[in-house]
Structures are given as structure tokens and as C-alpha cells.
Nanobody, 122 residues
Framework: HVQLVESGGGSVQAGGSLRLSCAAS????????MAWFRQAPGKEREGVAR??????????DYADSVKGRFTISHDNVKNTLFLQMDPLKPEDTAMYYC??????????????WGQGTQVTVS
């Protein structure tokens, strides 16, 4: 049974930073890719950052809107995903979701989801 549990969200002022964490359990085999998505009110969910987590992986990819500001990383030993966000902008306000894929790193292949953590930037 796969569980992804996010933490680290909160309210910050523009220019501030947050670090999101996602603890994964039961997700050990075919653990090919993990990612962060976000969904703002009234908008569709969008992929923010993804990281190839299979053996020998580590390559990353970012949405244009967060390049240079967000950093995704993964601790293979602790099976924990991170998203460092700095500096934050008001348009980053959204519910952030951790996601996992046993297939590829294509945005549409993520089948495991966390419950989300809210990020609010004022």
C-alpha cells in the first residue's frame, strides 16, 4: 500500500522560502519518478518539478514558471522527496501535491498521490 505524506506548507510573504517534504512508504519497487504538482483555486493542476528516482537516476526537470527558484531533490535512503522554494511569489499560492510514478516521468504517468499541503504567498 503506497502512501505519500506531504508536509512543510504554510503562509509566507513574497520573497520568502519554504521547503516541502514528502515521505513515501510502501513505494519501493519500480520507483521510477517522483514529482511535485500544484493546483491553485479555479485552475488546473500543473506539474511543477520532477526527478528521475530509479537506480542511477537523479535528472530533474522544472516548469518554466519555477525554474531558477525551486529545487527538487530525493533522499533514496529515507525515500523522501523535497521541494525547496525560494524566492516565493504570490502566484505560487496553491495546494502542492507529491506524486509518484512506476512508469515514466511523463506528467500523465503519475498514479500515486499525497493529500496535499497548502502554500500561501502574500
Amino acid at each position: 500500500h503506497v502512501q505519500l505524506v506531504e508536509s512543510g506548507g504554510g503562509s509566507v510573504q513574497a520573497g520568502g522560502s519554504l521547503r516541502l517534504s514528502c515521505a513515501a512508504s510502501g513505494y519501493t519497487y519500480n520507483r521510477n519518478c517522483m514529482a511535485w504538482f500544484r493546483q491553485a483555486p479555479g485552475k488546473e493542476r500543473e506539474g511543477v518539478a520532477r526527478i528521475y528516482t530509479a537506480s542511477g537516476g537523479g535528472s530533474t526537470d522544472y516548469a518554466d514558471s519555477v525554474k531558477g527558484r525551486f529545487t527538487i531533490s530525493h533522499d533514496n535512503v529515507k525515500n523522501t522527496l523535497f521541494l525547496q522554494m525560494d524566492p516565493l511569489k504570490p502566484e505560487d499560492t496553491a495546494m502542492y501535491y507529491c506524486a509518484g510514478s512506476t512508469l515514466s516521468c511523463l506528467w500523465g504517468d503519475f498514479g500515486y498521490w499525497g493529500q496535499g499541503t497548502q502554500v500561501t504567498v502574500s
